[in-house]
Nanobody, 125 residues
């Protein structure tokens, strides 16, 4: 069983930065561990970024390319999402996810088996 705990969320002004962290415990050897998702009120949960454990390949949603960076420290079982030049539309609950189901593309919710409880990010004008 994999357990994931996010931290680092908060309130920030547009143009600022935040760094989210995800601590993973349990069996974390998985092709796609970690993915970051977000969910704004009244909207579907959407994939933001993912990193392939094997070779470190990264994937980003178009809306965050050039602004967000995903990274992973395998030795510490930690993953990070560096968020720069944030915008109000980046507001939402951010979740980390792990454990590939093999179903769907890498930024699809269906791709991940285990989820954290989320950390709130609020971006104001």
């Amino acid at each position: 069983q994999v357990q994931l705990v996010e931290s680092g969320g908060g309130s920030v002004q547009a143009g600022g930065s935040l760094r989210l962290s995800c601590a993973a415990s349990g069996y974390t050897y998985s092709s796609y561990c970690m993915g970051w998702f977000r969910q704004a009120p009244g909207k579907e949960r959407e994939g933001v970024a993912a990193i392939y454990t094997g070779d470190g390949r990264t994937y980003y949603a178009d809306s965050v390319k050039g602004r967000f960076t995903i990274s992973k420290d395998n030795a510490k079982n930690m993953a990070y999402l560096q968020m720069n030049m944030v915008k109000p539309e980046d507001t939402g609950m951010y979740y980390c996810a792990c454990g590939s189901t093999g179903v769907g593309p890498v930024l699809a919710r269906s791709r991940y088996r285990y989820w954290g409880q989320g950390t709130q990010v609020t971006v104001s004008q």
